[in-house]
């Protein structure tokens, strides 16, 4: 019979509303200022952008087009897992199949994590 009640208060413990609620509600307060950081440097480096005599429009869309392209090519790059040979992205720490260290000797951007 106890053994049964402190199931049941695990239960109750794993499904509490109120915790999951205020978990949810850090991580969207935690999503709502990185949020708000990234527009703060978004103006900022629009504002440092006009001011170096560029034309954000067009200058802004050929560097996003260069970003995007060099995103991907870094995201093609894969390294062999020095213990069990699989081919795993060069961004990655660890192997996914045996979790050895990779290291990775080439460059990737810090915006790859």
Known sequence: ???EKNNRQEKVVESNPSLES???S??????????ETLSIITES????FEDSGLDPR?????EMAKVISDRAKRDAIT???PA???QEKANASYCQKCGESLDYLGDISPFDY
């Open 45 to 48: 480096l629009w504002n440092l």
């Open 22 to 24: 205020e978990i949810n």
């Open 58 to 62: 067009s200058d802004l869309k050929g």
């Open 84 to 86: 069990c040979h699989s």
């Open 1 to 3: 019979m106890t053994s």
């Open 79 to 81: 390294v062999r897992c």
């Open 26 to 35: 850090a991580r969207i307060n935690a999503l709502e200022l990185k949020l």
